[in-house]
C-alpha cells in the first residue's frame, strides 16, 4: 500500500523490459501495460480526495550527506498528472499502429518515457525528481531520431541541447540551493521560503544570488512549457517528430514545465519571481499572442497545432505569473488567484486532452493521405469522410474553448482569475483566443469544406475500432465541459492549500 | 593485502615478459588471472576495511630516513578499487592483440603495478618511485601498439610526464632539504610546518606538476593526442587511472603538505588573488575548453580524449573548492571518471575501431552501425549518458558534489562550469548521432516507418571477452550512481582526515 | 727518503703494483709466447690475464679497508678511496670482458697491457691528496688514454679521436700544471691539506683566482665539462669501443674522485665554488642540448656524459660529506652504467657496423634480453626509478639542497639539473624507440656471446638491484 508510487513508476518499466523483448507483440504488451498504469492512476486519483495535501507519501534516506532522500507523494496536482500522462500514453499508443521497424525498442521506449514521467510528478526530493525529469528526455530523444520525419536529425538534437541547457541551469540553481540550505526537499524548502528563511540563508552563504537561481530555476521551465522566446526548439521537434511521439510531446512532456512551475519554483521563488512579475507577464502575453499569430501563418497541420500548444499553455503561465500577488488578507485576491490557479492546473489536463486527441486524428489522417499534412493538400474532406470530420470537430472546438466542452471551463477560469489580478496582460491576452478562434476555424474550413481533392477520393473514413477508441476521450472532453467538478473538486483543495504556503 | 595488488602485478609482469613468448593466449590468461587477482584483493580490502589501513612499515633507506611505508585511507581504497576495475577491464579489451603479447601484457602489468603502489604508498620517495614507474611502461605500450601518429602521441606524453615529474621532484627535495632531511613520511612530514613563503611556491610547482598529468589546461595538449595514439586497453588505463595519478597527487600530496600555498596572497589582479583562484580557473577553462573542442573533432577518439580533459577539470575545481562536498565530489569524480572513460575507450577504440577500422565520424556516419552494430550504438548512449552526467550513473553524483562544493567558493565559476557541462551534452549527443544514429546520406531517405532497404556492412559479432568488461564498467558506474554511500562511506572519513585548512576554503 | 719509508708506501700501493706487474707479465706472454696464435686466442688470453689482474688487485684492496696514508699524506686510503679504487678494478675488468670479441687490433697484448697501466694511474688519481702525486697520476692516465685511442689503427676515425684527445688533453694538463704552480707559489706547498689551510687565512687575490680558474680548466677536462668538452663527442664517437667504454667509466671515477679532493682543498678561496657551478650549469645545459640532435648512439652518450658531468659537479661544488659521498655514488653508478651502454653499442655495432640510431632498429626483436638490459641502463641514465640512476640524482639533489654552501644556488641549480634530466629522457627515448618500437631492418638474431650476455644482465641487474636497495650502495660508499 504505501509504495504505490513505487510500484506505479516501476510498472512501465518492467513493461518497456518486457516489450522490447517481444518484438513485434510489443504494441500490445505496451497497450496493455498503460491501460494497467491507467487504471491504477485513476485508482490513485480518485483515493486523493479532497485532502489537499500530500498523500501516498514514501520517504527514505538514500545519501544523507547530501540531503537526498527517496520521497514520493501526491495531492491533486500530482494525482491529476499521473492520469494525464497515463491518458496521453494510452492514447499515444494507439496512435502508433504503423510502426514498422524496431517495434520493440519503439514501444519500449514509449513507455519508459512513461516512467519518466510518473516519476517526474511524483518525486517530491530534487535528486530523483531530477533523474526522472532528464531520463525521460533519452526515450523522447531516440523516438523522435529512430522514427521521425526527414530533418528528424537536427530537430532531436535541438530538443535535447535545448531542454539540456534548461536543466543544468536548474540543476546548478538546486545545487545552490543546497548550499545554502543542505536539503533538497521540494516540501522543506517550500517552506523555508514560505517563512523567508531561505531569502536568508542564501544571502549568507551566497551572497546576493537568489535572483540569479530563480533564473536558473526558470530557464528550466520555461524552455519545457515553453515560455517564449524559449520556444524555438519547440515547432521543430513536434513536425519532425512522429505525430504518434508528438502527442506524448505536447500531452504530457510539456506539463512538466508547467507542473514544475507550479510545484517547485512558484513556492520556492516566489520572492524572486515577484519582483519579474512584470516581466513574465509580458512574456506570457508573448506567448499566448504571438504563439497563436504564428500558428496563422503555418502552411503544415503538425506546425499549426504546435503553435497552438505555444499557444495554449501560454493561458496557463499567464494565470500562473498573475497570481504571483501577495494574497493574505484579502480574500477578493484570493478568491481570484484561485480561480486562476485552478484554470490553469484544469488546463494542464485540458490542453493535455484536447491537443493529444487532435494530434492523434492528425496521425489517422496522416495514415490516410500517406504522410501529407499540408493545409493545402485537402479539402473537402467532409464529403468522403464525414465521421472522421464530426469527431475531429469535437476535438478542435474543444481546443478553440466553445462552451460545454473542456477547453472553455479551464480558458474561462483563467481569465476570471487574472482579470482582476492583471488586467492588462488579460486584455491583451483575448487577442490570442481571437486568433486561435481563426485558426481553428481555417483549420475547419481548408481541410473539411470546399471542394474535394480528386486524390482523396478513395480515402477511407474512420473503421470502428477506431470509433471506439477514440469515443472515450471525446466524451471524456465532453464531460469535462459539462461537470468541471469531477476535476475541480479535487483540485481546488490542493489549490487552496498550495496558495496558503505561497508568500510572495 | 593490499600491498599484494603490487606485488601481484609486478610478478605477473616478469612472469609474463620472461616466459610466455610466443604462447599469447598463455600470456593473456595470466594476465587476467592477474588483475582479477588485483581486483578480487581491492573489493575484499574495499568492504573489509574502514579508517587509516597501516600496511607495511620496514627500514628502507636509514641514512635518509627513507622508509618502505604503504598504507591505505578511503581515497586509497577508492582508487585502488578503481585500478583494479580498470585493469581487467583493460585485459579483456586487449584481448585481441596477436602482436608480441608477452611484452604487451608485460608492460600493461608493470603499469599496474605502478598505479597500484602510488596509490598505497604513505612515504613520499616511495610515491615518487612508482609515480615514475607506472609512466615508463605507457611509452611503450603507446609506440609500440599504438595507432594514429603513435611515436609522437607517446614521446609527447613521456615528456609532458616528465616535466610534470621534475616539478614534484624539485619540490619534494625542497620539502625533504627544509623540514631537516629525516623523513619523506607523509604523516610526519604533514605535521612538519612548512614556512608560509615556502608553501608559496612550492605548493603551486608541485600541485601544477601533478596536474600536467591530471590534464590541467594548459597542459593538457598531450592527453588528447595520447590517448588518441595509445591502443584501447592504454587508452583505458590512461584516462582511467593515470590521469588519476596526477589528480591524486594534486591532493595527497600538494595540497596536504603545503595548505597554506593555496592561501591568498594579499593582492590580486582581475579577481584572482591566491593560487587557489589560479587553479580554478585554469580547472574552469579545461572544462569548458576540453569540451569546445570535443564538439569539433572528427575523429570519434579525440572527441573522447578532450571530454577527458573536461571531466579532469571538474576534479580539479572540486579540489579548488576546498571543503568536504567538493573533495568527496572530486574524488568520486575520480573514480566515475576512470570507469567511464574506460568505457567510452573501449567502445570507440576497441569494440567499433577493430570493425570498421577507422574513426572518422564522416565515414562512420555511413555505416549505419545503430543497425549494424547495435550493441555498440546503445553501449555509447549508456556511457555517453553517463559520462554526460545524466542522472542514475556515477557521472552525476560526483558533479553533483563538486558544483556544490564550487557554489560555496565560486559561484561566477560554476555558472561557467555549467556552461561545460552544455557542451559536454552537445558534443557527446552529435559524436553519438555522427557515429551511429547517422542518416544513409547515400541512397534514397527510406520514409522513416518503413524498413530501409540497402545493404549494410556485416561486423565480426561481440566477444564474450567484450561483453564482459562492457557489464564490469557498466555495473560499477550504475551501482555509484544509484548508491554513491558505497564509495562515500569510505572517503568521506578519508576527506575528513585532512588538514583543517583544506576544508574550511569557503568563499574565495 | 729511507727504505722503510718504501715499504710504507708499497703497503698501500700493492694494488697499483700488482697491476703494473700483471701488465708486465701480458707483455711478455703475449709477444713471447702467443704470436703464433691467432689474434682472437692472444686477446683472449690477454684479456683473461688482465682480468685476473684486477681481480686480485681488487681482491687485496678489499683486505685492506682502512684508513691509511704515507709520504705525508700525499697518498691516502680510506674506505671511500678503497671504494672508489675497486670500483676502477671492476670497471676495468668489465671493460676488458666485453671488449673480448671486438675487433680493432692485432696487438691484444699492448692493449690489455695499456689499459691495465691507465687503471693504475686512476686508481692513483683516486688516493693522491698532493699537486705533484696528481698530475704525474693523471698524466699516466691521460697518456695510457691518448694511445688507447688510437688503438684502431686502420680506424681514421680512431686517429682523430685520438688526435683530439691528446691536443685537447695536452692543452689542459699544462693550463693545469700552470695552475698549480701559482697554487705553489702563493702557499708554498704541494700538499692539499696545507693549501686548505692557507688559502682559509690568506687574502683574496687575483693570482689566486687565476690559480683557480687554470686548476679547473684540467681537470674539467678530465671529467668533460663544459667549456673543455669538445673531445668528448669526437672521441667517444672514434676509440675503439672499450677504450670509449674506459674513457666515459673509469676515467671519471677517478677524476670525480681527485675532484673532491681538491675542493676540499680549494673551496676556502673564493671563486673555485662559482667556478665549478659555471662548469655545472653550462655543462647541463648544452650537454643536454646537443644531445638532443645527435644521431649516433655513441654522441649520444658523450653529450649526457656531459651533462652527467654537470650534475656531479653540483654534488661537487656543495661540499658537505653527503655531497660527496652523492658524488661518489653517482660516478660509480654512472660509470657501471656507461660501460654496460657501450657493451651494447658494441654488439651492435659489431653486426651493423655502424652505432647510428637506426642500426638499433628492431633490438628487441633480434635480442630481447640485449634490449631489456639497454632499456635498463638507459633508464637508469635518464633517472627513472626504480634504477639506480634515480636514487643516486636523488641523494645529490638532496645533499646539495642541505649544503649550508648552497643556500644561495642550490635550489636554482638544482631545478636546472632535474629540468635538464627531464630533457635527457627525449634523447634516451630516441635510442629506445629504435629498439623496442621500430621494427627492425635485419630481422637476423644479433650474435651475442654467452660471456657478453651474461656481464651484461649481471650490469642491469646490479643498476636495478642497487636502485631498489640503495642502502648497499651507501654502505658501500661510505660518508666519511
Redesign the interface.
Given at each position: 500500500m504505501s509504495h504505490v508510487l513505487s510500484f506505479l513508476t516501476a510498472l512501465p518499466v518492467a513493461g518497456a523490459v518486457l516489450a522490447g523483448l517481444a518484438g513485434a507483440r510489443a504494441r500490445m504488451i505496451a497497450l496493455a501495460v498503460s491501460l494497467i498504469a491507467l487504471a491504477g492512476s485513476v485508482w490513485i486519483w480518485f483515493s486523493v480526495g479532497t485532502v489537499g495535501r500530500m498523500v501516498f507519501v514514501e520517504r527514505s534516506v538514500w545519501v544523507p550527506d547530501l540531503g537526498i532522500e527517496y520521497h514520493l507523494g501526491v495531492d491533486g496536482l500530482g494525482a491529476m498528472m499521473l492520469v494525464l500522462a497515463a491518458l496521453v500514453t494510452v492514447i499515444s499508443l494507439f496512435a502508433s499502429r504503423s510502426v514498422l521497424r524496431q517495434p520493440g525498442l519503439y514501444f519500449g521506449l514509449v513507455l519508459l518515457l512513461e516512467a519518466g514521467l510518473f516519476g517526474t510528478f511524483t518525486a517530491l526530493n530534487f535528486f530523483h525528481w531530477f533523474l526522472y525529469w532528464e531520463l525521460s528526455l533519452i526515450p523522447a530523444f531516440f523516438l523522435i531520431r529512430l522514427w521521425g520525419g526527414p530533418r528528424r536529425g537536427p530537430a532531436a538534437t535541438q530538443f535535447f541541447v535545448y531542454t539540456m541547457v534548461g536543466s543544468v541551469a536548474l540543476l546548478l540553481s538546486f545545487l545552490a540551493l543546497f548550499v545554502a540550505t543542505g536539503g533538497m526537499d521540494f516540501l522543506a524548502l517550500a517552506q523555508l521560503a514560505s517563512t523567508g528563511e531561505l531569502h536568508r540563508l542564501v544571502e549568507a552563504h551566497l551572497g546576493h544570488l537568489e535572483m540569479l537561481l530563480a533564473c536558473g530555476v526558470l530557464l528550466g521551465f520555461a524552455v519545457k512549457v515553453p515560455l517564449m522566446p524559449f520556444h524555438t526548439w519547440l515547432p521543430e521537434t513536434y513536425a519532425e517528430a512522429p505525430t504518434a511521439i508528438t502527442i506524448l510531446l505536447t500531452g504530457a512532456m510539456s506539463k512538466m514545465g508547467v507542473y514544475g512551475l507550479i510545484r517547485i519554483a512558484l513556492p520556492i521563488f516566489g520572492r524572486e519571481l515577484f519582483a519579474l512579475r512584470g516581466e513574465l507577464l509580458t512574456l506570457a502575453v508573448l506567448t499566448v499572442v504571438a504563439g497563436a499569430w504564428a500558428a496563422v501563418v503555418q502552411k503544415d497541420l503538425k506546425r499549426i497545432f504546435a503553435y497552438s500548444s505555444i499557444n495554449h499553455l501560454g493561458y496557463c503561465l499567464l494565470a500562473l505569473f498573475a497570481v504571483l500577488l501577495p494574497t493574505a488578507g484579502d480574500p477578493a485576491r484570493t478568491l481570484s488567484a484561485s480561480a486562476a490557479l485552478d484554470g490553469a492546473i484544469l488546463q494542464i489536463f485540458n490542453h493535455g486532452l484536447t491537443a493529444a486527441t487532435i494530434f492523434w486524428f492528425l496521425c489517422m489522417l496522416e495514415e490516410r493521405s500517406k504522410g501529407a499534412l499540408l493545409l493545402d493538400d485537402f479539402g473537402g474532406l467532409r464529403k468522403k469522410v464525414p465521421v472522421f470530420c464530426g469527431l475531429m470537430g469535437i476535438a478542435l472546438f474543444s481546443s478553440l474553448g466553445l462552451p460545454g466542452l473542456n477547453g472553455f471551463v479551464s480558458e474561462f477560469l483563467i481569465f476570471r482569475g487574472v482579470f482582476p489580478l492583471a488586467w492588462q496582460a488579460a486584455t491583451v491576452a483575448v487577442l490570442g483566443l481571437l486568433i486561435t478562434a481563426a485558426v481553428i476555424l481555417t483549420v475547419l474550413q481548408r481541410v473539411f469544406s470546399g471542394p474535394l481533392r480528386d486524390r482523396w477520393s478513395a480515402m477511407p473514413d474512420l473503421t470502428l475500432t477506431e470509433r471506439v477508441a477514440v469515443a472515450p476521450a471525446l466524451v471524456l472532453m465532453l464531460l469535462l465541459g459539462l461537470v468541471p467538478q469531477i476535476l475541480l473538486g479535487v483540485i481546488n483543495p490542493t489549490v487552496l492549500h498550495l496558495i496558503d504556503g505561497w508568500r510572495f | 593485502m593490499l600491498a599484494w595488488t603490487i606485488y601481484l602485478s609486478f610478478g605477473g609482469a616478469l612472469l609474463i615478459a620472461l616466459f610466455t613468448?610466443g604462447r599469447p593466449q598463455m600470456a593473456r590468461a595470466l594476465a587476467l588471472v592477474t588483475a582479477l587477482g588485483g581486483l578480487i584483493l581491492a573489493v575484499l580490502a574495499f568492504f573489509t576495511q574502514s579508517g587509516v589501513a597501516p600496511i607495511v612499515d620496514a627500514a628502507?633507506?636509514?641514512?635518509?630516513g627513507i622508509r618502505y611505508t604503504l598504507s591505505a585511507d578511503g581515497i586509497s581504497r577508492v582508487l585502488v578499487l578503481l585500478t583494479g576495475f580498470a585493469a581487467v577491464a583493460g585485459v579483456l579489451f586487449s584481448w585481441n592483440i596477436d602482436r608480441r603479447v608477452n611484452?604487451f601484457f608485460g608492460f600493461y602489468l608493470a603499469l599496474i603495478g605502478g598505479v597500484y603502489g602510488v596509490f598505497l604508498s604513505a612515504d613520499l620517495?616511495l610515491f615518487?618511485?612508482f609515480y615514475?614507474?607506472a609512466i615508463?611502461p605507457k611509452?611503450?605500450l603507446i609506440?609500440?601498439w599504438g595507432s594514429t601518429r603513435r611515436?609522437y602521441g607517446a614521446?609527447k606524453l613521456?615528456?609532458y610526464s616528465?616535466?610534470g615529474?621534475?616539478m614534484v621532484?624539485?619540490g619534494l627535495?625542497?620539502a625533504?632539504?627544509i623540514s631537516g632531511?629525516h623523513t619523506l613520511n607523509l604523516a610526519a612530514l604533514q605535521q612538519f610546518a612548512f614556512p608560509v613563503s615556502f608553501q608559496m611556491w612550492a605548493f603551486p610547482l608541485v600541485f601544477l606538476g601533478f596536474a600536467i598529468l591530471a590534464g590541467i589546461w594548459p597542459l593538457h595538449t598531450w592527453a588528447p593526442t595520447g590517448h588518441v595514439a595509445a591502443p584501447t586497453a592504454a587508452s583505458m588505463l590512461l584516462a582511467g587511472v593515470v590521469m588519476k595519478l596526477g589528480a591524486y597527487g594534486c591532493l595527497r600530496v600538494a595540497m596536504t603538505l603545503f595548505p597554506h600555498g593555496l592561501d591568498p596572497w594579499g593582492w590580486s589582479f582581475l579577481g584572482i588573488g591566491s593560487w587557489r583562484a589560479v587553479f580554478a580557473l585554469l580547472a574552469v577553462i579545461g572544462i569548458v575548453y576540453g569540451a569546445a573542442v570535443a564538439l569539433i573533432q572528427n575523429d570519434f577518439k579525440f572527441v573522447i580524449g578532450y571530454s577527458s580533459v573536461s571531466h579532469m577539470g571538474l576534479v580539479l575545481l572540486g579540489l579548488m573548492s576546498l571543503s568536504q562536498?567538493g573533495l568527496?565530489g572530486a574524488v568520486l569524480q575520480m573514480f566515475s571518471h576512470g570507469v567511464l572513460a574506460g568505457l567510452l575507450f573501449a567502445t570507440v577504440g576497441r569494440i567499433v575501431y577493430e570493425r570498421t577500422h577507422t574513426r572518422d565520424l564522416s565515414a562512420l556516419s555511413r555505416m549505419h552501425l545503430?543497425r549494424t552494430l547495435p550493441f555498440a550504438a546503445w553501449l555509447f548512449?549508456l556511457a555517453g549518458?553517463a559520462s554526460m552526467g545524466?542522472?542514475?550513473f556515477s557521472g552525476?553524483?560526483a558533479e553533483?558534489?563538486v558544483?556544490?562544493g564550487a557554489?560555496?567558493a565560486f559561484?561566477v565559476f560554476?555558472?561557467i562550469a555549467?556552461v561545460g557541462?552544455?557542451v559536454g551534452?552537445?558534443y557527446t549527443?552529435?559524436a553519438m548521432?555522427k557515429a551511429f544514429?547517422?542518416?544513409a546520406p547515400a541512397g534514397s531517405?527510406p520514409?522513416?516507418?518503413?524498413?530501409?532497404s540497402q545493404e549494410l556492412h556485416v561486423f565480426d559479432p561481440i566477444t564474450w571477452a567484450e561483453k564482459a568488461g562492457v557489464v564490469l564498467l557498466l555495473a560499477a558506474s550504475l551501482a555509484v550512481g544509484l548508491a554513491?554511500?558505497l564509495l562515500?562511506d569510505q572517503i568521506?572519513p578519508a576527506v575528513l582526515a585532512l588538514p583543517h585548512t583544506l576544508l574550511t576554503g569557503g568563499?574565495l | 727518503m729511507t727504505a722503510a719509508a718504501y715499504g710504507n708506501l708499497f703497503s698501500i700501493l700493492w694494488p697499483e703494483s700488482i697491476l703494473e706487474i700483471v701488465s708486465l707479465v701480458i707483455l711478455v706472454v703475449d709477444l713471447g709466447w702467443m704470436r703464433g696464435e691467432t689474434t682472437a686466442t692472444r686477446m683472449r688470453v690477454a684479456s683473461l690475464l688482465g682480468s685476473i689482474g684486477a681481480v686480485l688487485s681488487f681482491a687485496w684492496l678489499e683486505m685492506h679497508v682502512g684508513i691509511a696514508s704515507v709520504m705525508g699524506g700525499a697518498l691516502v686510503s680510506s674506505p671511500t678511496v678503497v671504494a672508489a679504487q675497486s670500483c676502477i678494478l671492476i670497471l676495468t675488468t668489465l671493460v676488458l670482458l666485453l671488449g673480448l670479441s671486438v675487433r680493432f687490433t692485432r696487438n691484444p697484448g699492448e692493449y690489455v697491457a695499456l689499459v691495465l697501466l691507465a687503471t693504475t694511474g686512476m686508481m692513483l688519481v683516486a688516493a693522491a691528496r698532493d699537486l705533484l702525486i696528481i698530475f704525474v697520476a693523471l698524466e699516466m692516465l691521460s697518456l695510457s688514454l691518448y694511445v688507447l685511442a688510437a688503438f684502431a689503427k686502420d680506424s681514421a676515425a680512431s686517429a682523430e679521436a685520438a688526435l683530439k684527445y691528446y691536443l685537447f688533453g695536452g692543452m689542459s694538463a699544462a693550463f693545469m700544471l700552470f695552475g698549480f704552480s701559482y697554487l705553489y707559489g702563493l702557499t708554498g706547498t704541494t700538499s692539499l691539506s696545507a693549501i686548505a689551510a692557507s688559502l682559509a687565512i690568506a687574502p683574496l687575490t687575483p693570482l689566486a683566482l687565476v690559480a683557480l680558474v687554470l686548476a679547473a680548466v684540467g681537470l674539467g677536462f678530465k671529467v668533460a665539462a663544459v667549456p673543455f668538452h669538445l673531445w668528448a663527442p669526437d672521441t667517444y664517437l672514434g676509440a675503439p669501443a672499450p677504450v670509449a667504454a674506459l674513457i666515459a667509466s673509469g676515467s671519471k671515477v677517478a677524476s670525480f674522485a681527485v675532484l673532491i679532493a681538491v675542493t676540499a682543498a680549494l673551496v676556502p678561496a673564493w671563486g673555485w665554488t662559482a667556478t665549478l657551478l659555471c662548469m655545472a650549469a653550462a655543462s647541463i645545459v648544452l650537454g643536454n642540448l646537443s644531445a638532443l640532435v645527435q644521431s649516433s648512439v655513441r654522441r649520444i652518450l658523450a653529450c649526457s656524459a656531459i651533462a652527467h658531468a654537470g650534475y656531479m659537479l653540483l654534488g661537487i661544488a656543495a661540499h658537505t660529506l653527503a655531497g660527496d659521498q652523492s658524488v661518489m655514488t653517482y660516478a660509480v653508478t654512472y660509470a657501471l652504467t656507461t660501460v654496460g651502454a657501450f657493451g651494447v653499442v658494441a654488439i651492435v655495432e659489431r653486426s651493423a657496423g655502424s652505432d647510428r640510431l637506426d642500426a638499433f632498429a628492431g633490438l628487441s626483436a633480434r635480442s630481447p634480453l640485449l634490449a631489456a638490459t639497454l632499456l635498463v641502463f638507459l633508464l637508469s641514465l635518464a633517472g627513472i626509478p626504480p634504477l639506480v640512476g634515480f636514487w643516486v640524482k636523488f641523494q645529490m639533489f638532496a645533499a646539495v639542497l642541505r649544503a649550508p654552501l648552497a643556500s644561495g644556488w642550490g635550489l636554482g641549480l638544482v631545478m636546472l639539473a632535474i629540468a635538464g634530466s627531464a630533457v635527457s629522457l627525449y634523447y634516451y627515448l630516441q635510442v629506445l624507440k629504435r629498439a623496442y618500437v621500430t621494427p627492425a631492418v635485419i630481422s637476423a638474431p644479433l650474435k651475442v656471446t654467452r660471456l657478453e650476455l651474461f656481464l651484461l644482465v649481471a650490469i642491469a641487474v646490479a643498476v636495478v638491484l642497487l636502485g631498489i636497495f640503495p642502502d648497499m650502495l651507501m654502505q658501500w660508499i661510505p660518508a666519511v
Open positions: - | 613468448q628502507w633507506i636509514p641514512a635518509m611484452e620517495f615518487f618511485v615514475e614507474v615508463v611509452y611503450f609506440a609500440i611515436e614521446m613521456a615528456l616528465f616535466l615529474s621534475a621532484l624539485v627535495l625542497a625533504y632539504a632531511g562536498i568527496d545503430s548512449v549518458m545524466l542522472p542514475g552525476f553524483i553533483l558534489q558544483l556544490i557554489w560555496a559561484p560554476t555558472v555549467g557541462i552544455v551534452v552537445a549527443w552529435r548521432q544514429f547517422s542518416d531517405s520514409s522513416a516507418l518503413s524498413l530501409p554513491p554511500r562515500l568521506t568563499r | -
